[in-house]
């Protein structure tokens, strides 16, 4: 079977798939850095939805998502936002996590996830 990467550098690629599965590396808010929580999960999921496209799939084929929150006092903001993008019954399992730091200060969410092609 082959892998096939997407957004690859020496360091990681942004999506990796392999046989009918799609892995995505976990996403911080690059159009966003340092505005609140659910700005960056909002443009973290636009992020996702870009990514799982190029990957020739969707939201609603996701299957295990992660996410990593810098302040647990931001789950709810986070979920507001997520709710809206998650809904129509495709919602995968999921995961929060604290994390109390990221790859940098300016960013509070992550968000990793796995898809279905």
Request: charged letters at 20%.
């Amino acid at each position: 079977m082959t892998i096939k990467r997407i957004g690859t550098n020496d360091r990681m690629s942004q999506v990796c798939v392999h046989g009918n599965t799609v892995y995505l590396a976990g996403q911080v808010a690059l159009k966003a850095p340092g505005t609140s929580a659910s700005e960056q999960t909002k443009a973290i999921l636009d992020q996702i939805d870009d990514l799982l496209a190029q990957a020739g799939t969707d939201k609603s084929k996701a299957l295990s998502a992660t996410i990593w929150l810098c302040d647990m006092d931001d789950f709810a903001a986070v979920n507001e936002v997520w709710d809206a993008w998650a809904k129509g019954g495709n919602a995968p399992c999921r995961a929060a996590v604290h994390s109390p730091k990221l790859a940098a200060p300016q960013f509070t969410v992550e968000i990793g996830l796995i898809a279905a092609l």
